[in-house]
């Protein structure tokens, strides 16, 4: 717990951080890439590039010192943390270099302001972040038996063209052994090395069911914007990997997996690639409990956009209690199929649930969608408690930074 005589340097930095967190968190990467350039290769440097994880790094620290005496709140903050953290290697011997250069940014930022109680108070408070994260991602490891950092080496088995801008990759072990399980909604952060000698991850949701003997994962191809570059890593597994490649990713992890009960109904709501975690779960519903309840809403661009109609289609002809509606923004009138299509935004309000207290929500697409369906779903009055989100992204904890 901290210190009685660090409480207040820490409750006062709440103002200051909400003025100054991004200022801070900027510096120290800056700082810390300079010191340790081989971490460039465990970050994510396309949200480094848009400032993503600066501010996500921000909020947790924020989130922290703003909820100091509400610690609850921040179970679910930390539970994505170690999962995002673990699928990466990142160990205890890590946390000292980040909690240096983190002080080490206080004070470039905040100057004569960064007194030394002050300090003392946030190495104080970083130290016990730290060793909750730490001793989270330790037991995390020993449950899955895993050497932190070791990755495994997947031959491509198959590769399927969703839609448009979609391909599916099956994987099986190169090793020719078991896959470990998963739970659906958990993914694996794949790893790939490029000519100039850097490394990226990025995460994929495994999006088939674990009982296949494959993993799968399905990756948009993330096109250049006007004034953005095409997406690095999405691209080249695009371009480059073809059946028999090989592609190294890490044990699955994630907690975007609430328990479903069979009298329950499951509200899958997605948006864009949002849906892979979805799929995975349809799946898996369809194979073990095909008379659950579940209604699946689809927001895609237009038809050449939707992908995994397959999967869906699959699953309507054993689950009779599955109810799909898709969204286009683009439609062509030839598109509509006896009303399950509509053309526009995805719509929440007129919505029919047999009892909203029985109904879970499970979220994931584009960050302002999100928003929106979160706010809809409140509305009509399902609870927080029954909603579940997964971020495909950085989490920028906006409820807890307010
Ligand atoms: C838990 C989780 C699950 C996920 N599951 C899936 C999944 O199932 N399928 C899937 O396709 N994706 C998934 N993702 C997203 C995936 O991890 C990648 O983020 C995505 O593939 C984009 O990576 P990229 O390397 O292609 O793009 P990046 O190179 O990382 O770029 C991302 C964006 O940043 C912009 N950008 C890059 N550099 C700059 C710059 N200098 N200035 C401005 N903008 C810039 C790019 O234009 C692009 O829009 C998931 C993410 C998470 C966290
Ligand atoms: C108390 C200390 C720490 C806090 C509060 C913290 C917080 C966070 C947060 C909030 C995220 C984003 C999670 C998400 O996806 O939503 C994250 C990701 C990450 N963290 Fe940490 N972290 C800490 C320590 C460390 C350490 C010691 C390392 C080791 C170098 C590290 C490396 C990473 C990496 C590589 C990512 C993924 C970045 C990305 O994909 O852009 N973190 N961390």
Redesign the pocket.
């Known amino acids: 717990m901290l210190s009685e005589a660090s409480r207040p340097y820490i409750t006062a930095s709440v103002p200051v951080l909400r003025e100054h967190g991004l200022a801070i968190t900027t510096a120290f990467y800056r700082n810390m890439f300079i010191e340790f350039p081989e971490f460039k290769n465990l970050f ?4 480094q ?2 400032g ?1 994880q600066q501010q996500s790094l921000a909020s947790a620290v924020f989130a922290y010192a703003a909820n100091i005496d509400n610690t609850e709140v921040l179970a679910p903050v930390i539970s994505r943390i170690v999962h ?1 953290h673990v699928s990466l290697g990142i160990v205890a011997e890590h946390y000292p270099i980040v909690g240096r250069h983190l002080l080490g940014a206080i004070k470039e930022i905040l100057g004569d302001a960064a007194t030394e109680p002050l300090i003392d108070a946030w190495a104080e408070a970083y130290g016990l972040l730290a060793d909750a994260l730490i001793a989270t991602e330790k037991a995390l490891y020993n449950q899955a038996e895993l050497v932190p950092g070791s990755l495994t080496k997947f031959k491509v088995v198959n590769i399927k063209q969703e839609s448009e801008l ?1 391909k599916s990759f099956e994987l099986l072990p190169l090793n020719g052994e078991m896959l470990p399980t998963f739970k659906p909604g958990q ?1 694996i952060s ?1 790893a ?1 090395d490029f000519d100039d000698g850097s490394r ?1 991850f ?6 088939d069911s674990p009982s296949k003997s494959y993993y799968r ?6 096109p ?2 006007v ?11 695009h371009q480059n990997i073809l059946v028999g490649d090989t592609l190294q990713a890490s044990h699955p992890f ?1 907690d ?1 997996n609430p328990e479903v009960e069979p009298d329950e109904t499951i509200l899958m709501v997605s948006g864009g ?2 849906i ?2 979805m799929i995975a779960t349809l799946n898996h519903l369809a194979e073990t409990n095909p008379e659950q309840n579940v209604i699946f809403l689809h927001a895609a661009n237009c038809k050449s956009q939707h992908s995994h109609v397959q999967d869906i289609e699959q699953a309507l002809t054993v689950m009779p209690n599955l109810t799909v509606t898709t969204f286009y923004k683009d439609i062509l009138v030839e598109d509509t199929n006896h009303g399950a299509v509509h053309q526009g935004e995805l719509q929440i309000k007129n919505l029919k649930l047999l009892d909203v207290t029985k109904t879970k929500a499970f979220i994931c697409g584009p960050d302002v969608f999100m928003k929106k369906v979160w706010v809809d779903l409140l509305d009509i009055g399902i609870t927080e408690r029954n909603l579940y989100r ?5 989490d920028l904890l906006g409820n807890l930074t307010k």
């Open positions: 994510n440097m396309g949200n590039a848009q993503l995002k979609v993914y794949v790939v990226q990025r995460q994929y949701s495994l999006s994962i399905s990756v948009k191809r993330e250049a914007g004034i953005t570059p095409k997406g690095q890593v999405s691209n080249w597994l994630g975007f690639i949002g892979t975690p997964e971020v495909f992204g950085p």
